[in-house]
C-alpha cells in the first residue's frame, strides 16, 4: 500500500465520524448537482447502508425489548408505557395542527388548477385499512412477523416474552428462576453483540451517505421550484418549528437543557436524515441515548423502537402540509371541518406508518380518504398527489429527522421522570 492510500486511510478510520459523514452528505449534494440523473449508477452504495442499517433491525428490537421488558419490574413497565405512549400522541397531534398552519400561511398549490390536468395523474396505491393494521399487531407467528421484518408485530411479541421472563425471574422455583435467568443472560449478550455490529457499521456510513445523497440531488437537482419548492419550504419549515418550539419547552419545562440535548442527538438526527428510515435509525439512536445521556436501557430499550414505529411527527408534520396542498391545488381548499379530520386521522396514519423510508407517502392515501379526496387514477386528486410523491425523497429526510427527535425527547423526559437518566449529562 502506498503511503497516501495508507495516510487516506488512517485519516477514514481516525477522524470524527461525525465529520466524516457531514462531509460525505455536502459532497454528494454538490456531486448530485453537477452530475444529476448520470449519478444514479452510485445508488448501490448507498442501498449498502440502509441494507446493513437493516440487518441488524430486526435482532435489536428483539433482543433489546425482551431484555429491557424482562429487567424492569411489571409495575414499572406499566408506568413508562403510559407515560410514553400519551407523549407520543399529544406530540403528534401538535404535528398536525403545526403542518395545518404552515399550509394555512404558505398555501401552497393555491393557483395550480390541476381540475383542467386530471390527465396527468399518478400511479394509484392500494389504500391500507387503519384497523387492519390494528389488527395485524398480534403475530398470528412471531417468527414469521421476525422473519419478514414486521416491526410492530416483533414489539408485541418481544415484550409478552420479557414481560413473561421478568415473572420467571422473581419465580420462587429454582428451576424456573435458572432458566429465567439463563435465557435472559442469552438476550442480554445478543443485544450486547448487536452493539458492536452497530459501531463497525456506521464506519461505512460517510460512504453510504455520499452515494444517498448524490442520487437524490442528482434527481432532484436544483429544478424542484414553483409549488413544489412551497410545499417543501412550509413542511421544512413546520419540522422546524416543531423541533425549536414544541420540543424545546417540552423539554425546558422538564429542566433538560435543550443545548446538550440536541448536541447528545446529532448523531440520530443526521443518520435519519441522509436514511430516511426510523427503524434503520434505531441503532444510532439507542446508542445515542445509552452513551450521551445515560438513560436506563430499561427505558430507552422500550420507548425507542416503539416510538420509532408508532411516534411519527415529522410524518404527521407532512401530512398536514400535503392534504392542504392537494386541496388548494385542485381549487377546493380543506373547510376547518376537513382540517380537524386530518388531525385526527393523521394522528392514526402516523401510528400506523412503518420507519422505513416513503412509508408516509402511503399512509397520505388514508389521510386523503378521511377528507374525501380519495386518489383513484385520472382525478386531479391523483395528480397532485404524484406530483408530491415526486418529492417524496426530500421531504422523507426532514419528517424522519423529526421523527426520530421526537423518539429521543419523549425518551428523555420519561427516563428522568423514572430517575432513569444521568442527571450530569442533561
Ligand atoms: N421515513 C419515515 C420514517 O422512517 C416514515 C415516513 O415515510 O414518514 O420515520
Known amino acids: 500500500m502506498s503511503s497516501e492510500k495508507k495516510g487516506l486511510f488512517d485519516w477514514y478510520f481516525k477522524s470524527n465520524l461525525l465529520i466524516r459523514i457531514f462531509i460525505g452528505l455536502v459532497a454528494g449534494a454538490l456531486v448530485g448537482i453537477i452530475f444529476g440523473e448520470s449519478i444514479a449508477w452510485l445508488n448501490p452504495l448507498g442501498s449498502i447502508l440502509v441494507s446493513l442499517l437493516k440487518m441488524i433491525v430486526m435482532p435489536v428490537i428483539l433482543a433489546t425489548l425482551v431484555v429491557g421488558a424482562a429487567s424492569i419490574k411489571p409495575s414499572t413497565l406499566g408506568k413508562v408505557g403510559v407515560k410514553i405512549i400519551v407523549f407520543y400522541l399529544i406530540t403528534s397531534a401538535f404535528a398536525v395542527a403545526v403542518g395545518l398552519l404552515m399550509g394555512n400561511i404558505f398555501k401552497p398549490g393555491l393557483g395550480l388548477a390541476l381540475g383542467s390536468a386530471a390527465d396527468t395523474a399518478g400511479k394509484v396505491l392500494t389504500q391500507p385499512k387503519f384497523m387492519d393494521t390494528l389488527i395485524a399487531i398480534i403475530p398470528k407467528n412471531p417468527f414469521g412477523a421476525i422473519a419478514s421484518g414486521q416491526v410492530l408485530p416483533t414489539i408485541f411479541f418481544a415484550i409478552l ?35 458492536l455490529i452497530v459501531n463497525g457499521v456506521l464506519q461505512y456510513a460517510p460512504i453510504g451517505v455520499f452515494a444517498l445523497i448524490a442520487v437524490v440531488f442528482g434527481k432532484q437537482g436544483a429544478s424542484a421550484v414553483g409549488p413544489l419548492g412551497t410545499v417543501t419550504l412550509a413542511a421544512f419549515l413546520g419540522y422546524v418549528l416543531h423541533v425549536a418550539i414544541v420540543y424545546t419547552v417540552i423539554l425546558m419545562v422538564n429542566r433538560i437543557s435543550p443545548k446538550k440535548f440536541f448536541k447528545g442527538a446529532r448523531a440520530p438526527m443526521v443518520t435519519a436524515f441522509v436514511t430516511r428510515s426510523s427503524s434503520g435509525t434505531l441503532p444510532v439512536t439507542m446508542k445515542a441515548m445509552d452513551e450521551n445521556f445515560g438513560v436506563s436501557k430499561n427505558v430507552y430499550s422500550f420507548t425507542l423502537p416503539l416510538g420509532a414505529t408508532i411516534n411519527m411527527d415529522g410524518t404527521a408534520i407532512y401530512q398536514g402540509v400535503c392534504a392542504l396542498f392537494i386541496g388548494f391545488a385542485i381549487g377546493m381548499p380543506l373547510s376547518f371541518g376537513q382540517q380537524i379530520t ?13 420507519g422505513v423510508p416513503g412509508a408516509g407517502a402511503i399512509m397520505l392515501l388514508m389521510v386523503l380518504n378521511s377528507v374525501g379526496l380519495p386518489v383513484e387514477a385520472g382525478t386531479p386528486v391523483a395528480a397532485a398527489y404524484a406530483m408530491v410523491l415526486g418529492i417524496d425523497a426530500i421531504l422523507d429526510m426532514g419528517r424522519t429527522a423529526v421523527n426520530v427527535t421526537g423518539d429521543m425527547t419523549g425518551t428523555l423526559v420519561v427516563a428522568k421522570s423514572e430517575k432513569q437518566v444521568d442527571e450530569s449529562k442533561i
Do not use: C, H, N, P
Not at 344 to 354: D, E, F, H, Y
Open 161 to 195: 416474552l420479557g414481560i413473561a421472563i421478568s415473572f420467571l425471574r422473581d419465580s420462587k422455583d429454582s428451576r424456573i428462576q435458572k432458566s429465567a435467568e439463563t435465557i435472559f443472560a442469552v438476550f442480554d449478550g445478543l443485544a450486547e453483540a448487536m452493539y
Open 342 to 354: 386530518v388531525i385526527v386521522t393523521a394522528v392514526l396514519a402516523s401510528i400506523g406508518t412503518a
